[in-house]
DNA sequence: GGTGGTATAACTGTATACAATAATGCAGGA
DNA sequence: TCCTGCATTATTGTATACAGTTATACCACC
């Protein structure tokens, strides 16, 4: 049923070292050696390489004369990418509740029935689980607006944020809000309603801004 | 006085092939392979694989089972990125009307008596170089705005813009016209003047846009 | 003790080799 | 003629080798 898709060791390198920068497990200024990359995860400097590259073209990484330096992502950079957020996702949102599909609303009620699941859940700590959801309906919906270049430019601020969610999240109630709001956007969206639909997307951005805003990070 | 700064093969790579895809010399369909590139250019895979993995990342390439495909950008993208920009350029003027530095003005008075000599200048094409002026001031422009989020999302779209740019400054009187409105851009920015910076600004971005759509591309 | 220069070590850039995989074409049989 | 399976080929993925470069440490000299 379910595409199978290998995976490259290169592929796994930079998806791992993406999380690990954009969570905050390398700090902001830490340097970074193909070498150790290599001798630490037990593969050749190649797909190190790779993952590298790619992360400099993300602007998360930096060459540095030797090695390269952690870019991230600070408080002052999450904030301009909220205020560039709010300038976009309504009219993003929009264009989705005009032509978002059956199947893709199926697929975000399964992520969104899934985060329920989670945060209700109570014991461990699920705000890892809670945050990748999150990213998932964000990422369907970000899909659904049929415009490579609005859901290019909306993924990448999203997905640059994950340090900032994840904080986010770990309060419970602002993870019981949050599921809430996307709630309210999945049924402006299966409502087909432009309108309603951008508004409560605007409310959704405001109110991740404001929860993190609150916080100490 | 100039930095000098020894740019890799691999570099060089990636800025000819982002040139030739965003251009429009590679089509969208052409698929490429390592080995014919690194054929053609007479090196090794190596720096090829890298300058093809930045370029997916930047999604004007895609994996395709055998090689990369050329993803490039449809008129349609063209139109949702000037949508995009109408929603931030307004907004990114006005910082940086407020904190745009001498140096900063210098070097963008630089680029646009360079962007006049070309244009005034008859005989022979100079719409390359007038477009790599128009793109050279814009980058002075986002890079003054402060912020690394709001610049890193424009100068990515008004990058992948190049084909339409290219085509819209073979039209003396839009190259006349934008210069016209980058002088006015520079006039409220040096006033220091963020409502009037953000009106010329918005003006530019939405003349370009309707200079373009005249158009047959 | 401070400074300059040189040796050294660590590292990156590029090329190449080899393994694994996906596509293509051809041969043989139904 | 069309399908099937195998052999061949083209191409990617990963590892390694080597050259060139930059930082660092150490030592001599002021």
């Known amino acids: 049923m379910r595409e199978h898709k290998s995976i490259s060791i290169a592929d796994q390198i930079f998806e791992q070292l993406e999380r690990d ?19 630490e995860l037990g593969v050749s400097r190649t797909p190190v390489r790779e993952a590298i590259r790619r992360l400099e073209q993300e602007n998360i990484l930096e060459e540095s004369g030797r090695g390269v330096v952690v870019i991230g992502i600070s408080r002052e950079d999450m904030l301009d990418m909220y205020e560039i957020r709010m300038q976009l996702e309504g009219l993003a ?15 975000m009620k399964e992520a969104l029935d899934l985060q329920r699941f989670y945060i209700e859940k109570t014991g461990g700590d699920n705000s890892d689980q809670i945050k990748n959801l999150d990213s998932r309906f964000h990422e369907l919906l970000y899909k659904s607006i049929g415009s490579r270049a609005f859901a290019d430019t909306l993924l990448s601020l999203h997905k640059k944020m994950a340090k900032y969610r994840m904080a986010s999240v770990r309060k419970h109630s602002r993870a019981v809000h949050s599921l809430e709001e996307h709630m309210e956007i999945y049924e402006a969206l299966k409502a087909h309603d432009p309108e309603r639909c951008a508004a409560v997307t605007l409310q ?11 916080m100490e990070i």
Not at 21 to 39: D, N, Q
């Open 204 to 214: 959704h951005v405001a109110n991740a801004r404001d929860s993190i805003l609150e």
């Open 21 to 39: 920068i954009l969570t905050g497990k390398y700090p902001r200024g830490e340097v970074l050696s193909e070498l150790r990359l290599s001798a």
């Open 93 to 107: 949102a929009a264009r989705s509740a005009a032509r978002v599909s059956d199947e893709e609303l199926m697929e």
